[in-house]
């Protein structure tokens, strides 16, 4: 059916017919309104006629896909059904429309849940569910959803994200879920974010995966950028480990720079915070800090020196300064032998604060 010819009164009919079929007591024929109402208007631009869908969205349907999204045993769903709702949801949000509608809301919830327990899904269609996702995240109700229900990292999981060849957009839906207005962030669940945290830093202990680390980073930038950091509870030894690990990963790459200056970030956050604490008592984790914060430190003087950046000194460039100074009074009396790793963004920090120095 071309865009342009739509006949209306035949979607008045289809309209009518799934208003009186969905109130059918027999569940079959719900299923089928539903799945006839998605495959007339499927390929048909948004209309206000599609909000009849989610308006009168059959109850004993709707009950069902209740029950089916709170069972926690994977594999003990209806498999028919499971792909039912997730057409569902993905003919609800192919329209950017529907995100901010109030009708929508319990259909991103019953999505969160479905996903929190793994059924082999293989035959939808992710990609569209995936364009659909997005549509619905434009709106920050169903972002702060995403956020309390860790729906991100639950996505991955559940549609195994690195084999279905789709890590580079869910980074963009990461990020788009991350860009939450301050002024809409009030129901973020600081407890919740506390546990989400820690099940993430497990899954890449796990793992070792670079998009598993990108991730936990992605979603605790954001804690800092809403001002909730102090809100939260983090592991913080766990968090040390984490970047232990994630250092000797990413240091042999070209590109590690981006995520260790992220990694910095996080740490000037814990170091300034006064929620969660670390101690620097030994020399590995005075090593380990310096590098990572002289990485960072160099990167912005480097950007200074090219007229990109102003250089100013905060609370938590001094921090990172003060700790590169500990580690520059040390740096005699450091076994190098166990730290060949130390030497080169110590040298790589120190040649731009000379340059910068002679610059201004």
Same mark, same amino acid.
């Given at each position: 059916m071309s865009y342009r010819n739509v006949d209306y009164e035949i979607n008045k009919q289809a309209i009518h017919l799934y208003i009186k079929r969905g109130s059918s007591q027999n569940l079959q024929t719900v299923e089928q309104a539903v799945r006839t109402f998605i495959s007339h208007f499927s390929s048909q631009p948004f209309s206000n006629h599609l909000f009849v869908f989610i308006i009168h969205f059959p109850k004993k349907l709707h009950d069902e896909f209740k029950m089916a999204s709170e069972v926690t045993q994977s594999g003990t769903r209806d498999h028919q059904q499971t792909i039912l709702f997730f057409e569902v949801f993905t003919f609800i949000f192919k329209y950017q429309q529907m995100a901010s509608h109030s009708r929508a809301v319990p259909f991103v919830e019953?999505? &969160? %849940?479905?996903?929190?327990t793994y059924d082999n899904a293989w035959s939808l269609d992710v990609h569209a569910l995936f364009n659909s996702i997005q549509n619905c995240v434009t709106h920050d109700t169903n972002k702060l959803l995403f956020i309390n229900e860790n729906g991100m990292y639950n996505f991955y999981c559940y549609f195994q994200v690195p084999g279905i060849n789709i890590c580079a957009v869910f980074r963009i839906l990461c990020q788009r879920i991350?860009?939450?207005?301050?002024? %809409?962030?009030?129901? +973020?669940?600081?407890?919740?974010?506390?546990?989400?945290?820690?099940?993430?830093?497990?899954?890449?202990?796990?793992?070792k995966r670079k998009d598993i680390s990108w991730m936990l980073l992605t979603f605790l930038k954001m804690i800092h950028r809403l001002g909730l950091f102090?809100?939260?509870?983090? %592991?913080v030894p766990k968090f040390y480990t984490f970047t232990h690990s994630m250092f000797f990963i990413d240091i042999k790459k070209s590109n590690y720079r981006e995520s260790l200056q992220s990694v910095s970030k996080i740490w000037g956050c814990i170091f300034n915070g006064s929620r969660n604490s670390f101690q620097i008592d030994n020399i590995d984790k005075l090593a380990l800090m310096a590098a990572i914060f002289a990485i960072d430190l160099s990167a912005k003087l480097n950007r200074v020196i090219y007229g990109f950046y102003m250089f100013k000194l905060s609370k938590n460039?001094?921090?990172?300064?003060?700790? &590169?100074?500990?580690? &520059?009074?040390?740096?005699?009396?450091?076994?190098?032998?166990?730290?060949?790793?130390?030497?080169?963004?110590?040298? %790589?920090? +120190?040649f731009p604060f000379k340059n910068t120095s002679r610059k201004h």
């Open positions: 019953l999505f &969160l %849940n479905f996903i929190k991350c860009e939450i207005f301050k002024d %809409n962030c009030c129901g +973020i669940s600081p407890i919740q974010i506390s546990q989400y945290t820690d099940l993430i830093m497990n899954k890449f202990s796990d793992t102090d809100q939260i509870d983090l %592991n460039k001094k921090l990172k300064l003060y700790i &590169l100074y500990l580690t &520059l009074v040390a740096f005699p009396t450091i076994d190098h032998a166990a730290y060949p790793w130390l030497r080169f963004p110590l040298n %790589n920090c +120190i």
